[in-house]
């Protein structure tokens, strides 16, 4: 199946990984997989999108978010929108191309029994320097599971290179024993959102993952990654669903945990501060 076309790859609701694929995943802690959508597709799913972050759709609270940072900004001034848990806000998204084909890669990557935990949209603005998503991973976030399997597939919906803020990741940091200390990027969890490790580049390998409209990447749960600063005149818009086991999913609803920035529990004591507890 080697060079297999991505056209040939979307076959209805599915999309064929193939065995480099996964031993890239197994790897790295991520793989990069092409046309998962192809240009028809993710021009339909664009409308709803850019309705999304444009507020055009409701989305309350704190789960429509500058991530990063931005104290007291008004939302047109957001340098990386989030919009979290889109399909919740926006009930004609569930069931999607992407999800379908989102679901099919996660089963493929990392076994039976997942579903899908959450979705988020993350969209940087043009000529943002501070549009940095922090480094992390993303257990420092999450409740602590006996099943901690996770496929988080995130879509680019523009080009997405360094000049736009590309991810990048760590290849290989999900095989480190422990967590890597995090500490919230602002001054408390409530005021920002966001967690933040060290990364030194002159120890850790960094690789920028350049994909193109309708690719997506696949991380796990442990994996080391971030995002650097948009410096391009160009959007960089992402669409993300993240599937975990049936159970695990069970676990954080029954702790009150959702994935909304909305939630009482959504900052949980202990989690994402100190790598020693995992
Ligand atoms: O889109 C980004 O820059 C970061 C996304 C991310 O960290 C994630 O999906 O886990």
Redesign the pocket.
Known sequence: MRGMDPSQRRQGDRYVVQPTDIEAFRRDGYVHLRGVLSEDEVKELEVDYDRLVNREIEVPGKDYCD?AGGYGRKPEEFS?INVMLPRKYHAAWQGNILERRAASIAEQLQGAGLILDYD?L?A?RPGKEDAV?AW?Q?MAYWPDTPDTRTA?I?CAFDDSDVGN?C?RFVPGSQKEPKLRPHQPVGRTREESHALGTVVDESVDTVHCAEIARGDVTV?DERVV???GPNTSNRW?R?Y?I?FRSVDTVATERELGFTHSHNDEKDVLDGVGIDGETR
């Open positions: 991530m990386i988020q993350l940087k998503f992390h993303d988080t995130w803020g991810m991380h990654h971030g995002s960089r992402a993300i993240a």
